[in-house]
């Protein structure tokens, strides 16, 4: 099965820079998603990695090393609408996509 | 853009009922995805069709729950009976294609209570 590992919860102030980390245990990878998921509302999509390296997508920017099973969220330029759950999310050989428990990131003024 | 359509938004049932859940996908889109979710957790898949085929069921508690996905477009998840343990958000997905790098996109899903 799937091992995917993220911290529980994080805060930070208002215009700071957060770093979601997520280490990963698969049977095969076919690539890591970043999904962010509002209290009660669905998640959605923001960045996908299957090469080593940085993606960067405005504010938001992750990393993904393969050979340490890790990857990281970057929120750039926090606002208070980034108050959400972020989850990671590994595909394996098979192509089924697993989710981590999630973080909660709480920007505070 | 697009959106993936779930109903009922929210249900509320006793223990021991039927209860049912419904999700069209975004059009064209191939793969469907139902996966629940618990308060605090994240998304546990439950079943993955391909067209109308089952790809992956092994999660699902095939004793009460079913699914079904007809003619390969819109999809019902079914629990019978249901047990406070079921209480949790169900999300549908859908992708184009299952092998890809495509995300998936979400419903907004059914959130179940079960007293």
């Known amino acids: 099965g799937q091992n995917i590992d993220q911290p529980t919860e994080m805060t930070a102030t208002e215009g700071a820079i957060v770093q979601i980390n997520c280490t990963y245990q698969t049977s095969g990878f076919n690539g890591l998603f970043w999904y962010q998921q509002h209290a009660g509302e669905a998640p959605t999509f923001l960045s996908y990695?299957?090469?080593?390296g940085l993606e960067e997508k405005g504010r938001f920017s992750s990393f993904l090393s393969r050979s340490k099973g890790y990857s990281y969220l970057l929120l750039k330029e926090l606002q208070m609408k980034d108050s959400a759950s972020y989850l990671c999310a590994v595909r394996d050989r098979d192509y089924k996509l697993s989710f981590g428990a999630g973080t909660t990131v709480t920007v505070r003024a | 853009e697009a959106e993936v359509a779930q109903s009922p938004r929210y249900k509320i049932t006793e223990k021991s009922q039927a209860v049912a859940f419904w999700c069209d996908p975004i059009s064209g889109h191939a793969t469907l995805y139902w996966y629940r979710q618990i308060l605090g957790q994240g998304p546990e898949l439950l079943v993955q069709?391909?067209?109308?085929?089952?790809?992956?069921d092994s999660q699902l508690p095939k004793d009460r729950f079913s699914a079904e996905r007809l003619k390969g477009v819109d999809s019902t998840l079914k629990i019978q009976p249901a047990e406070l343990g079921d209480s949790a958000m169900y999300l549908c997905a859908s992708a184009p294609v299952w092998d890809s790098n495509s995300p998936l996109h979400f419903g907004n899903g059914t959130r179940l209570t079960v007293t």
């Open positions: 069709f391909q067209d109308e085929s089952v790809v992956d």
């Open positions: 990695n299957v090469l080593d």
